[in-house]
């Protein structure tokens, strides 16, 4: 749609009936005109422009079609009636044209109609201000605080009620179960990026968390693969999540499995999935080992830490390790215990394309996502039910996983499938 619409902003001889052409669209707003309403008076101009370009190639399809003394049998009907539509620019006001079907034999339900992809009908809500409730909803804000919040960050007044929250949330909860009892048995996963999301936020149960996997396909697409809540990522809740998705036709385990220290999840893949290879997170690794050097060491042992998993080779990598525990060994063991103890584990990605390397050296697409809201939302006076928050959770990262990167050079997945061997990220010869 954005390039259907740079198309004709760059084409100003095309009209569009009333609307005019595109040239002359962006008239000059009286000086008092704050940005916000420059803003939304824009992008409502840039819709009607939008939907009446949809409209004309709809038209364009059926102006062939002609009674025997010529006149078109597919005519303009004038609007349907105007409505307002939520965005996040703030309420734009639209009005769909519509067409008359004079055919002879044509049904009520047979006779053309015009329904705007863009604007489809009954829409109230652009689909980013249904991303945005749950991320108000896990910052703490009460369904009846809705309509405030959201006036004051679209600059004029919003209607939306409380029974409207409740009513998406119950939607929500629906999506979620047809969701978690998909058929998982045509899945096959070349990476998992495992990880326990804690939030800041009362909940029934103190101390659970959303245990959330992702996963790369064949064609190099990133798609959410399981969430759930569970008590402190234990080894009994991550070996139940997978349980669950075996009972749903997951029979094969992912070649590599990133994830943090965390044992639970390490246990219950060995139990699951044995084959699955461990890979753990570096960036995790890096908070862990800082986090036992004073901090006037901080710098000089992470740009160390970095040079390690950037390293080219193994061998490389491993001279660098092996400074790094020399270096800070004698006073600050527990620092050099903490990377010694997963030495292999951090290291497993070298056996892999090197062209994933920057995909599959940390959890980075399950931290990004959460990254506006992990360890960041304020206690709240209300106390969120599991459900509520599993839901909440889960229309997040479904708004995130649309613009997840597709990993660099997928077309080595399927090598990576069949067995073939990488050394130091390059494939061996035959």
């Not at 939008?50 to 409209?55: H, K, L, N, P, S």
């Not at 025997?68 to 009907?77: P, S, Y």
Request: proline letters at 3%; one cysteine or more; aromatic letters at 10%.
């Amino acid at each position: 749609m954005k390039d259907f619409i740079r198309n004709f902003i760059e084409s100003p001889q095309l009209t569009f009936g009333t609307v005019g052409t595109v040239e002359n669209v962006w008239t000059a707003w009286p000086e008092e005109s704050s940005l916000g309403e420059i803003v939304r008076e824009g992008a409502e101009k840039l819709v009607k422009i939008a939907v009446m370009a949809e409209f004309e190639n709809f038209f364009s399809q059926y102006s062939h079609l002609k009674e025997e003394n010529g006149k078109q049998l597919v005519v303009r009907n004038g609007f349907h009636r105007e409505r307002n539509v939520m965005t996040a620019a703030g309420n734009i006001r639209v009005k769909i044209p519509r067409l008359c079907d004079r055919r002879e034999g044509k049904g009520k339900k047979d006779r053309l109609r015009f329904h705007s992809k863009m604007i489809p009908p009954y829409l109230r809500r652009a689909n980013e201000m249904d991303e945005f409730i749950p991320y108000l909803y896990l910052k703490g804000i009460s369904s009846g605080d809705f309509s405030d919040v959201l006036s004051q960050l679209l600059g004029e007044k919003v209607s939306l009620s409380a029974q409207t929250v409740s009513r998406l949330k119950k939607q929500w909860e629906i999506e979620y179960s047809e969701w978690s009892q998909r058929d998982l048995s045509t899945r096959r996963y070349v990476y998992w990026w495992a990880d326990g999301v804690h939030f800041n936020i009362r909940m029934e149960s103190e101390g659970n968390c959303m245990l959330v996997i992702v996963g790369a396909l064949s064609d190099g697409t990133k798609e959410l693969v399981a969430v759930k809540e569970g008590p402190r990522e234990s080894e009994l809740s991550w070996q139940n999540l997978l349980l669950d998705l075996k009972r749903h036709g997951l029979s094969f385990g992912p070649l590599m499995a990133i994830g943090d220290g965390a044992l639970g999840f390490w246990n219950a893949i060995n139990k699951e999935y044995p084959e699955t290879r461990h890979q753990r997170c570096w960036v995790h690794k890096t908070a862990n080992i800082l986090d036992k050097l004073p901090k006037s060491l901080q710098p000089e042992a992470k740009g160390m830490i970095h040079e390690i998993y950037m390293s080219p080779t193994r061998n490389a990598a491993l001279k660098v390790f092996d400074d790094f525990v020399r270096l800070f060994k004698t006073k600050y063991h527990k620092a050099t215990d903490c990377l010694v103890k997963d030495k292999e584990q951090l290291l497993t990605f070298y056996d892999f394309p090197a062209e994933h390397w920057v995909h599959i050296r940390s959890t980075n697409v399950i931290e990004s996502t959460f990254s506006t809201v992990r360890l960041r939302t304020y206690k709240t006076k209300g106390c969120l039910s599991r459900q509520t928050a599993l839901t909440m959770v889960f229309k997040l990262i479904q708004a995130a996983e649309k613009k997840w990167q597709r990993i660099h050079n997928y077309k080595l997945l399927p090598v990576v499938l069949s067995g073939e061997e990488f050394i130091d990220g390059v494939l061996k010869a035959a």
